[in-house]
């Protein structure tokens, strides 16, 4: 059974850098036709994905948050890491790591963490 826990404070002030880490149990990061990403919900909104990290470090960010955002990895303790500078109240959200699996002309998200709130103080 794949489970994604992530962590990580959930406060954070403006401008500061937010760091959150998401552990991964269940199946290795570095396995081949999987992706590794952060999706967020501000309050009252949809969706947003941020990014991902592939299973051989590569990363691709929306483009939209790319200038703030930073996703890397530590596979000795099956883990990834999203970085989001200057962060404002808009990035309050809940803030999810998310594996995708990866098929010929699709991709699914299949198993999510439980989320974790972050709310942005100005």
């Known amino acids: 059974q794949v489970q994604l826990q992530e962590s990580g404070p959930g406060l954070v002030k403006s401008s500061q850098t937010l760091s959150l880490t998401c552990t991964v149990s269940?199946?290795?990061?570095?396995?081949?036709?999987?992706?590794w990403s952060w999706i967020r919900q501000p309050p009252g909104k949809g969706l947003e994905w941020m990014g991902f990290i592939s299973s051989s470090g590569n990363t691709g960010y929306s483009p939209s948050l790319k200038s703030r955002t930073s996703i890397s990895r530590d596979t000795s303790k099956n883990q990834f890491t999203l970085q989001l500078n200057s962060v404002t109240p808009e990035d309050t959200a809940v803030y999810y790591c998310?594996?995708?699996?990866?098929?010929?002309?699709?991709?699914?998200?299949?198993?999510w963490g439980q989320g974790t709130q972050v709310a942005v103080s100005s």
């Open positions: 998310v594996r995708i699996r990866l098929g010929t002309g699709y991709s699914e998200y299949d198993y």
């Open positions: 269940g199946d290795s990061i570095t396995t081949n036709l999987y992706c």
